[in-house]
């Protein structure tokens, strides 16, 4: 793709001086550098621009944005993992207490085997469209059974415990016994939430981002101009071609994002009577985080009138953030955005659906700082379908 540009534009005007894009990652002093990420080794980035190669450790890193050559849609399966990491892939079968798969994005990896105990949903056939994906991730945050879950294709639903898969027949444990149903009659399962069980670890790791949309956690991570070679949290090595990765998101290191910490209170006042709770990871209906036509993996969901405290303790040096209200909502949305440090207001402003855009907050001093407030006010419609989202919000440590 790069080069089919580059040969448009010689044809054009001549000649090219530089790219039309780059890498880009931005730095926890809130830095942003562009240019050709080179290598990824030893918990160090090496980009490489006109001044030359600049090292930047993993640890001092938000975010690296690559300048992917290929994108490749979803297409197959899914899974969803039970510490939110999402892999397209074709689910082939079980063996081994794991699900075997085959990775959408890597077809030159070998099959992968993902544990069951840490495997939350799995999809033989995940939609295309955004609105059935959106329904299909909140019906499966609102459902609490404490039991394996077998969807048919049919719309019914059996209960029970997962035995196992192959290409032809699905077998579980139901009340009336061990049960068989043709393996192209069920459209997906969930797994029992109490066996579930995926740590999170203390140390440097990664989240990768993939064209296909898939997200997934290593711990370790290597680069180079052609390939992308990572261990994932499950055991499991993978690899793939350098362009197939879109994002590289380190975790772990000055870098807080600020849903994996608990607030210290709530409050929700309601325009007349109906009440709203705040989602971590997802917007006020237990759906996906998108505003911007952009999907995000890390948020919060909020409706007016609410606001979240955090205590800070001075141990944060800045906090930076994105807001965008929902892209479910219709045109008369509206908010009004509102961010306390301390008790007086460090940033506002007014947020409507008919603007369609993400907002970047401007980055945000803590220093010293003992208390955050996340304010989302009623706009000028009331509390018509205020759906605020707080995309990839993070908090900074001090240095």
């Given at each position: 793709?790069?080069?089919?540009?580059?040969l448009c534009?010689?044809?054009l005007f001549g000649s090219v001086s530089e790219p039309l894009q780059a890498d880009t990652l931005r730095t926890a002093s809130g830095k942003d550098l562009a240019g050709d990420l080179i290598q990824i080794e030893q918990n160090l980035f090496k980009l490489q621009n006109k001044e030359g190669i600049e090292v930047i450790p993993a640890a001092e890193t938000i975010r690296v944005q690559l300048d992917s050559v290929d994108t490749l849609p979803?297409?197959?399966g899914l899974l969803i993992l039970a510490n939110g990491d999402r892999?397209?892939?074709e689910i082939l079968r079980a063996a081994e207490e794991a699900l075997v798969i085959r990775l959408t994005a890597c077809p030159a990896q070998d099959e992968l085997k993902v544990p069951l105990e840490t495997v939350k949903a799995a999809y033989f056939r995940w939609p295309t469209a955004t609105a059935a994906q959106a329904r299909l991730i909140r019906h499966l945050e609102q459902t609490v059974k404490n039991s394996d879950l077998f969807y048919l294709k049919n719309g019914d639903y059996l209960e029970g415990e997962f035995l196992g898969f192959d290409t032809k027949e699905f077998q579980f444990e139901s009340a009336a016994g061990?049960?068989?149903?043709p393996r192209d009659g069920i459209a997906y399962f969930y797994f029992n939430p109490e066996l579930i069980n995926f740590p999170q670890p203390d140390q440097?790791?990664?989240q990768l981002q993939l064209t296909d949309g898939s997200r997934v956690t290593v711990s370790t991570l290597t680069l180079d101009q052609k390939e992308v070679r990572a261990r994932t949290l499950f055991g499991a090595e993978i690899h793939c071609e350098r362009n197939?990765?879109?994002a590289v998101t380190p975790l772990g290191g000055r870098v807080v994002p600020l849903a994996q910490l608990d607030p210290s209170e709530y409050h929700y006042t309601p325009y007349l009577s109906q009440q709203w709770k705040w989602h971590r990871n997802r917007n006020v209906l237990s759906g996906p985080l998108i505003s911007g036509g952009q999907e995000f993996d890390s948020g919060l969901g909020m409706h007016s009138a609410a606001?979240?405290?955090?205590?800070?303790?001075?141990e944060y040096a800045a906090f930076e953030t994105q807001v965008g209200l929902d892209d479910t909502v219709g045109e008369r949305a509206a908010v009004e955005v509102q961010i306390e440090v301390d008790g007086k207001p460090v940033f506002q402003r007014e947020v409507v659906r008919n603007e369609r855009q993400l907002f970047n907050v401007p980055r945000i001093d803590l220093t010293g700082a003992q208390q955050l407030v996340l304010k989302v006010n009623f706009g000028k419609n009331a509390d018509i379908e205020d759906h605020l989202n707080w995309c990839r919000p993070v908090l900074i440590k001090k240095p």
């Open positions: 793709m790069r080069l089919s540009v580059a534009l010689i044809l979803a297409s197959g892999l397209h892939a061990e049960t068989t149903v440097l790791r990664y197939r990765l879109a606001e979240l405290h955090y205590p800070l303790a001075g």
